[in-house]
């Protein structure tokens, strides 16, 4: 276990600084804002905007919205209270950024020496993200645990199992504190330069939490890679009941492990197992994959699932408009499709539920919104429009969780 402190330099905020040049415009927002739109134009040039409303009016992110640095961040930008953090692969420093006068402006950041990538983050206290990755050249699994207040670090490796041929490789699909126990989901893979596929088994390991050490394996051979990766899009929630379900995603675009269906599992409450009675295979209920999991309350979620008929390959997943929403009843098990264009993105998050009602994010061959969804009456309705020259709507999120 190595413990980092606070090692911001002049060096790493001399390279930040390059950040300021990127404020689009010099508009100050007195109050604070309710969420924010991470976007990507078809230049490829990425921008931040907090705005207040969902459900009306228009957005252009080039010309309102603040540029990130550097040029292609992708999705790997997480939310919390206000900032944004990621981490900055050339220099493995975790950095904390804020929105100021519009300009995505770097505040302060933590040395992480071993780490330049991570697959899942999870906040496992209100001011501490846990981090976890597999490095394929130091061939170790490597976490941090960061207090984004002080900004100080500690890291290490998970005692998990490391793969074994053909097996190089391997992911953290999802991790899961409660109380003195952390879950961790995870699968192995194979790579070379034509090949990627997925392990046919889905492995959970339960750790004593914090001294991390292994209590038990769990495997089911049903389906494959548990819970991809979140700092993409989200295929794990914890509902009302403290149950926990997550998603395992065989499919072309995660896993690839075309013998396997993508299904749903559950670990109940207080408990350190699956649970016996609840498993769904959903590629058999909807006839396809999928990748994409949202708690909307009352025994439903959302489900983003892919359409095989319309894409080609993997090479074209992410620019084909081939994308379908589900709404999942997980007590009855049924599911209903949504009546909205198809989208376009493997994985995104785009999908956000406030006071009763779910806001989608939509990349549609006939336009970029925000749409509506109510689950009472099952209507859809659009809200924001986002300007066409917007490729992806990359997050929308809440800034403040629990801002009125």
Known sequence: MRAQGNLTTLKIFAFLGLTFLFGCSEKKTSEAQKYSIYTMADDYKEYINQVDNLSSGDLDPVKDGARTFPKQIWYDLIVKDGFYYRLERKTNYFLKYTVENNRYTAVDSVALPEMSYFDNYNWVQTDTVFLASFDRKTFKLEYARINVKTMKAETGNLPIALPKPPFNSMSIGFSLRRNNKLFLGYSYHEITSRH????????????????????????????????????????????????????????????????????????????????????????????????????????????????????????????????????????EKTSKKLDLPLDKGTSRQCVLVENGLVYLSINSESGNYIWIYNPKDETLKKGLKIKDDIDYILRIEKLYENLQ
Do not use: M
Not at 234 to 256: M, Q, R, V
Not at 294 to 320: A, C, M, N, P, Q
């Open 196 to 331: 990627f596929k997925t392990v046919d088994t889905v492995y959970v390991d339960v750790l004593s939490y914090p001294d991390l050490k292994v209590l038990r394996t769990i495997k089911d051979s049903r389906s494959a890679y548990p819970g991809g990766a979140n700092t993409a899009q989200p295929n794990t929630f914890t509902d009302e009941k403290g149950d926990f379900y997550f998603l395992a995603c065989p499919g072309i675009a995660l896993g690839n492990n075309p013998d396997k269906p993508t299904s749903l599992y559950r670990i109940k409450k207080n408990e350190d197992k699956l649970d016996s009675t609840f498993y769904w295979n959903i590629s058999e209920t909807i006839k396809n994959d999928a990748y994409g999991l949202w708690d909307i309350g009352d025994g439903k979620v959302i489900l983003r699932s892919e359409r095989r008929d319309l894409f080609t390959g993997v090479e074209d997943h992410y620019k084909v408009a081939h994308i379908e929403f589900y709404v999942l009843n997980l007590k």
